[in-house]
């Protein structure tokens, strides 16, 4: 019974490829979100959906592109891989009803998905 | 946009010892949501304390307390009796209050427990 989980947790392939990793969240959650962290740990917030509908989209490059099916699935798609997307992707989740209150604040992440791009 | 700043990349701390991480944040805002967050080898990102910024009292959390100051816009964490498993990369991060809005992370601090 994870709260939050990703799929796959380690994704090695070939530079070109295109692969896609999958978050799932059992919380009942609104918001959920995609993070990237790199080789000094530094985390960078990519995208947010909330009841599936994106509302934050950070400075990625096109190649990425997030999917939410609905409001219990964010999935991330990654077209064209380059040696630079080499880092651990990290899922998480928030309650976060837009228009209504209150909202609760705490996010919770996934167990994260190594990406190495060779 | 709202910063965080760690300025301690590392800290070490002898096992039963008393440990304090720094972090210090930027808002104009004056009501928002403070975390400490923990990432231990394994790279789970643990939730270990949080922190309205509406309340004056400090959160505890067992052996985790912070020291919030928010005129000075700092949120310190300490870690009381440090245990082997407290080794891990400790983040602060920050969220507004309002609805739709993200989370800002610090650069983290690593943290070694020596036994």
């Known amino acids: 019974d994870t709260a939050v989980s990703q799929t796959p947790k380690y994704l090695v392939t070939q530079m070109g490829n295109d692969k896609s990793i999958k978050c799932e969240q059992n919380?009942?959650?609104?918001?959920m979100y995609w993070y990237k962290q790199d080789s000094k740990k530094f985390l960078k917030i990519m995208f947010s959906?909330?009841?599936?509908?994106?509302?934050i989209n950070e400075t990625v490059p096109n190649r990425f592109s997030p999917k939410s099916p609905d409001k219990a699935h964010l999935n991330l798609h990654i077209n064209s891989l380059e040696l630079g997307d080499s880092a651990v992707y990290f899922c998480?989740?928030?309650?976060?009803?837009?228009?209504?209150?209150?909202?609760?604040?705490?996010?919770?992440f996934g167990p994260g998905t190594r990406l190495t791009v060779l | 946009a709202q910063t965080v700043t760690q300025s301690q990349p590392e800290m070490s701390v002898q096992e039963a010892e008393t440990v304090t991480l720094s972090c210090t944040y930027d808002?104009?805002?004056?009501?928002?949501?403070l975390f400490w967050y923990k990432q231990p080898p394994s790279r789970q990102m643990i939730l270990v304390i949080r922190?309205?910024?509406?309340?004056?009292q400090n959160a505890t959390e067992n052996r985790f307390s912070v020291n919030f100051q928010k005129a000075a816009k700092s949120f310190s964490l300490k870690i009381s009796d440090s245990q082997l498993g407290d080794a891990a990369m400790y983040f602060c991060?920050?969220?507004?209050?309002?609805?739709?809005?993200?989370?800002?992370f610090g650069t983290g601090t690593s943290l070694t427990v020596i036994p």
């Open positions: 991060a920050y969220r507004s209050a309002g609805t739709g809005n993200q989370f800002y």
């Open positions: 998480a989740s928030s309650q976060d009803k837009i228009g209504s209150s209150p909202v609760t604040d705490t996010q919770y």
């Open positions: 919380l009942g959650h609104d918001t």
């Open positions: 922190q309205e910024a509406y309340k004056q």
């Open positions: 959906y909330n009841n599936k509908e994106l509302i």
């Open positions: 808002t104009s805002e004056s009501d928002y949501y």
